[in-house]
């Protein structure tokens, strides 16, 4: 089967609807790279595009801010008809024509415009947010498929080392060489060895499955994740990190926008106190006079001093602040978190690096040597390739823990993305 390189022709196929052609694409393996994933993520994520939508709507709310409210216009038409009294009026047509203006506040206008010019930098911060996730969450997934992968690929060359063994010992017994026992342990640890490999495939179908929700690629889309964890980088002091993330994530930028919203919200509150005014003219055609008139219309705020209203603005200040500094401290958490994470698998990668993996290589190599000489038993074979297994199977999730917490570094804004050492 030809592998194919992932390309512009088909990333727009992934992107495609359900019911368009693409049953045909997905027989051949798609080589999936971190770019190409990052790239399907921000196309085809519905997260990202409702917020996409809602920087939309906010816009369209700015915009309806800006507008002046429209004037009323009154027809009115009928029959005038005499009444049998010493002085009637004269029957006929009787036309009426009236005009309402709404004479808005200049303090409530500038107030309401403000807001929803903020609703839209606030909006704006959180699709940068969103975006952030999709991205940390695409990365995520790609990472753990070639964490699986790698699984898969130490757990076969268990199977192959202990079905080599197998072979071994079968003509062994066969011969008279060695006992049953032998064999049994063989059969035993060659059972244990496809499970293993088995089980590792099934963990790579899973993260294939969650690597596709990321992205949002088809169901039937056969991706092929190619790629290498990145190598370790030395981090900068924590403070400093603190405060670059504080001062620079679109969490709190948001919230800090979202305060200022509620603020001019509670400007125009205090500016809808004024009585808005209403300008109306009317003109009227009677059967045997003509008359017009202009005035003002102006409400008493006797009862409603929009009290309600103004309270309610002064809490909605108080929740985003809240919100603000409930923010701040899930970001430092995260960041500790993700920042010591990262320290701590980066010490374990690196020890496990060095004399722990070679001396467990060492170690089955000598005992693989041994009983090719009648010097050991099977048994000393699977320990020393169960010990390398282990010391393997920390290592990988050492490495992949780094880059997990490293993925969640960038998502703070520790990090840079893409940053070498």
């Known amino acids: 089967m030809t592998l194919r390189r992932l390309s512009l022709v088909p990333i727009l196929l992934l992107a495609l609807p359900q019911d368009r052609p693409l ?20 196309r085809n994520s519905p997260l990202l595009q409702g917020a996409e939508a809602d920087t939309l709507k906010a816009k369209g709310a700015a915009r309806a801010a800006r507008a002046y409210t429209n004037p009323s216009l009154e027809v009115f038409q009928g029959k005038q008809s005499a009444r049998p009294i010493a002085t009637p009026g004269v029957p006929g047509l ?79 017994v066969e011969v008279g060489e060695k006992g ?22 099934l963990e790579y179908a899973k993260s294939i499955a969650a690597l596709r929700l990321a992205i949002a690629a088809p169901p039937d889309a056969n991706l092929d994740p190619r790629g290498e964890f990145e190598p370790r980088i030395t981090l ?8 670059a993330v504080l001062r620079a994530h679109p969490a709190i930028g948001q919230s800090e926008t979202d305060i200022e919203v509620s603020r001019a919200s509670l400007e125009r509150e ?28 102006v409400p008493i705020p006797l009862w409603d001093r929009r009290r309600g209203q103004i309270d309610e603005a002064k809490a909605t200040i108080s929740q985003t602040t809240s919100v603000l500094n ?13 920042y010591e994470q990262y320290q701590l698998a980066d ?8 004399a722990p993996l070679r001396a467990a290589e060492s170690a089955v190599d000598a005992a693989k040597a041994a009983y090719r000489f009648g010097e050991r038993g099977i048994v000393e074979v699977l320990d020393a390739q169960r010990v390398l297994q282990s ?19 960038e998502e703070l804004g520790a990090v840079a993305p893409g940053v070498k050492p």
């Open 23 to 42: 049953v045909a694409q997905s027989a051949a393996p798609v080589i999936l790279t971190l770019d190409d994933a990052i790239t399907l993520a921000e």
């Open 94 to 172: 009787l036309q009426h024509y009236a005009a309402y203006q709404p004479i808005e506040i200049p303090s409530e206008r500038r107030a309401r415009q403000r807001a929803a010019d903020l609703a839209i930098a606030s909006k704006a911060l959180g699709q940068r947010g969103v975006a952030l996730s999709v991205i940390a969450e695409a990365k995520h997934a790609f990472y753990d498929t070639l964490h699986r992968r790698e699984e898969i690929g130490h757990a076969r060359e268990n199977l192959q080392l202990v079905e080599d063994l197998l072979r071994r010992v079968k003509v062994e």
């Open 180 to 201: 049953r026992l032998e064999l049994t342990r063989a059969e035993a640890e060659a059972a244990r060895a496809s499970f293993a490999v088995q089980s590792a495939q």
């Open 236 to 243: 900068v002091p924590i403070a400093e990190v603190r405060d």
């Open 270 to 297: 205090r500016a809808l106190r004024i009585p808005q005014p209403t300008a109306f003219a009317e003109f009227e055609n009677q059967p045997d006079l003509r008359f017009w008139r202009a005035g003002i219309t």
């Open 326 to 338: 409930q923010r701040r401290l899930e970001l430092v958490a995260a960041l500790e978190r993700s």
């Open 347 to 354: 010490q374990q990668a690196t020890a496990l690096e060095s």
């Open 391 to 409: 010391v393997r199977g920390d290592l990988l999730e050492a490495q992949f823990a780094r880059q997990s917490a490293l993925v969640d570094l």
